[in-house]
C-alpha cells in the first residue's frame, strides 16, 4: 500500500513538474516589454529607417510577413511587403529627415496590438529647415516570432494631411 501511495505521489509530482516546465517553456509578454519594444523602434526608426545603408538595422523589429498599409495617396503600392516598404521609406528620405515622436500609445497586451498617435516633422536634409508637421496614427500587430522576440507583423499609418506628406515626398520609387 505504500508503495503505491508513493507511486503516484511521484506520478502526481512528475506531471505537475511537466506543466510547469510546459509553462516555463511559452514566453508571455508584459506591457513593459511591449512598451520598451515600441519606444525602441520609434527611436530606431528616427535614426536607421531612412537610409539605405541602415535601413536593415530595422529588420530586429519587423517580420518577414510584416505587412503596411498607408492609408496615402499611393496609387503604385496600395500594400507594401517588407520589402516595398523598405523601398518606400528610402525613396521618400532623399531629401527629408522624418522625426517621429509620440505623444499617445495604447497596448492591449492580449491582442499583442498597440495603437500610436505620433507628431511627424519632416526636417531638409540640407538645411534643417523644419517643411512639414503632421499627427499620424499608427495601429501595430506584434507577434513573438520563433526566438520569443516580438516582431511587428502588420502596420496600418494614418496621417492628418496625407496629401501635404505626398506633395513634399514625391512618388514612391518603381
Known amino acids: 500500500m505504500r508503495k503505491k501511495i508513493v ?33 525602441d523602434y520609434y527611436q530606431d526608426y528616427n535614426l536607421y529607417a531612412q537610409d539605405a545603408a541602415t535601413i536593415d538595422l530595422m529588420d530586429k523589429y519587423w517580420a518577414p510577413e510584416f505587412i503596411h498599409i498607408s492609408y496615402l ?19 521618400v528620405h532623399l531629401n527629408f529627415i522624418e522625426t517621429l515622436t509620440v505623444d499617445e500609445m495604447s497596448i492591449d497586451i492580449q491582442k499583442l496590438t498597440v495603437v500610436t498617435r505620433a507628431i511627424i516633422e519632416f526636417h ?19 507577434k513573438l516570432d520563433e526566438n520569443n522576440t516580438l516582431k511587428m507583423t502588420f502596420l496600418k499609418l494614418y496621417t492628418a494631411n496625407p496629401e501635404a506628406l505626398m506633395a513634399l515626398s514625391g512618388p514612391p520609387p518603381a
Request: proline share 4%; hydrophobic share 50%; net charge positive.
Open 73 to 91: 495617396p499611393v496609387p503604385q503600392y496600395p500594400v507594401f511587403d517588407l520589402t516595398a516598404w523598405k523601398n518606400f521609406l528610402v525613396g
Open 124 to 142: 531638409d536634409r540640407a538645411t534643417g529647415n523644419l517643411v512639414l508637421h503632421l499627427d499620424g496614427i499608427g495601429f501595430y500587430n506584434l
Open 7 to 39: 507511486v503516484i505521489i511521484l506520478v502526481l509530482l512528475v506531471s505537475s513538474m511537466t506543466v510547469v516546465m510546459a509553462e516555463a517553456g511559452k514566453k508571455k509578454v508584459c506591457y513593459h516589454q511591449v512598451e520598451k519594444f515600441m519606444a
